[in-house]
């Protein structure tokens, strides 16, 4: 081929890759709140984007509108609504075009759902997968059925819900992993206080809230345990603590390494998947107990859908990490620091200790300086003075399908829709 030809060929061939590369229209918008920065509460520029796949493999691709697949904003983008059964859509930043990569250690992550239209064989779900964070967009699905740590945060129906940690053996696509995982299932253990008409009255909207202990309450410390706590008005239901005393009688937990990889699979970041798949006939009797779950009979209208909005990452405490102290003036003093922690039970403890002689010189009028370092914000404001006290407040972050063949409906042919 001539050679102006041949680089007429691939500049082409290069602007056609570069469109393909756009997937603004396939990315439905959702609002994401993280509490967990230093400066408050911000909405990340998230949204989802349907699998692409079509059979659940990492090769092709095949892109569906959200609209196309039944899936709609709400509430002003603040959440999803699922209206008939698809294989999984995911979450994604839409400025970069990547996979949300996300992590919830020393962290909670909350939001509201309503699944009193969802019929037992049904399964809403909401769960973390980790996913190749390099893959395109659409593509590169996999879970604890194929070797990724996985953590499912809600599957559910109005027969029952589940909250399910996966780990594997090891990172990064390796590694044997837990297919059954550390579950607490609200039907076999919470029965008399979640359900319809109970406690947490399933036909109506509830929130989730599930939170990521770590050993030391820090982000960089290992997963101890996970506690998942409903809420419905001034009604509150916690569920079992999941940590490793609970969850080693499980068969695969210790062989699978339990929380140690899973927590290294959170400092790689985790992929946010939302699924919605089985149907009329389906066996989802692992989830609800099928035909014996009298709640399978009080689901609310014919509808089989679900919502889910004011999704929300925050501190443990639940608190910005920011702390303003104010001194007053003095002569000769101490410098005392105060460090805030996080307990078992949300509020904190203050530890002060004391140190040596210190003095401060500052000049009118007040001066204010802030200091940011990483998640944690130091402010300081003095009076004008010639000696006084210097204090230091630290705020730490605190913090038929097969059976378990759940996972976003792995292997499930799409027998309704």
């Known amino acids: 081929m001539h050679k102006s030809a041949t680089l007429l060929a691939l500049s082409g061939f290069a602007m056609m890759a570069k469109a393909q590369t756009d997937f603004s229209k396939y990315i439905l918008p959702i609002s994401l709140q993280n509490c967990a920065t230093a400066n408050g509460c911000v909405a990340t520029n998230t949204g989802i984007i349907v699998d692409a796949s ?30 008939k059964p698809i294989s999984r859509s995911y979450l994604v ?24 239209a969802v019929g037992c064989g049904y399964n809403a779900a909401l769960y973390m997968s980790q996913m190749p964070g390099n893959s395109q967009i659409g593509l590169g699905y996999c879970d604890a059925q194929n070797t990724c740590n ?13 909250v399910t940690p996966h780990p594997c053996a090891g990172v990064n696509n390796t590694g044997a992993c837990d297919p059954w995982g550390c579950t607490v299932n609200t039907y076999n253990t919470f029965a008399s206080s979640v359900g319809p008409g109970k406690t947490i009255d399933t036909t109506k909207t509830y929130t989730i809230t599930t939170e990521f202990h770590t050993a030391d309450g820090t982000d960089s410390s290992e997963i101890t345990y996970i506690q998942q706590i409903l809420t419905q008005g001034s009604n509150k239901v916690v569920l079992t603590k999941q940590d490793d005393s609970m969850c080693s009688s499980e068969q695969y937990w210790r062989p699978t390494n339990g929380y140690t990889t899973f927590s290294k ?42 919502s889910v909005t004011n999704m929300k990452i925050s501190y443990l405490s639940g608190t910005n990490p920011t702390k303003t102290t104010t001194t007053t003036t003095t002569t000769k003093t101490t410098t005392t620091t105060t460090t805030r922690g996080q307990t078992t039970n949300g509020p904190c403890n203050t530890v002060t200790v004391q140190g040596p002689a210190s003095y401060v010189t500052v000049t009118p009028p007040a001066v204010t300086v802030t200091v940011t370092n990483g998640q944690q914000q130091q402010t300081t404001t003095t009076r ?15 913090g038929g399908a097969s059976l378990y063949g759940q996972c976003g409906g792995q292997g499930w042919t799409g027998m309704y829709s």
């Open 54 to 83: 079509g059979t659940g493999t990492q090769t092709g691709a095949k892109y569906t509108l959200p609209s196309d697949a039944a899936i709609s904003s709400i509430n002003n983008g603040a959440g999803l609504s699922f209206t």
């Open 93 to 116: 930043n839409r400025n970069s075009q990547k996979y949300e990569l996300l992590n919830f250690k020393n962290r909670a992550f909350s939001f509201d759902v309503n699944l009193g």
């Open 150 to 162: 996985e953590m499912d945060i809600l599957e559910g129906n109005i027969g029952s819900q589940a």
């Open 265 to 306: 699979a959170y400092d790689i970041g985790m992929v946010l998947i939302f699924s919605f798949w089985g149907g009329p006939g389906t066996d989802m009797s692992w989830l609800d107990s099928g035909s014996s779950n009298p709640n399978c009979n009080k689901v609310v209208g014919s509808s089989n859908s679900w």
């Open 384 to 398: 004008a003075t010639t000696q006084q006290q210097q204090t230091t407040t630290t705020r730490a972050p605190t």
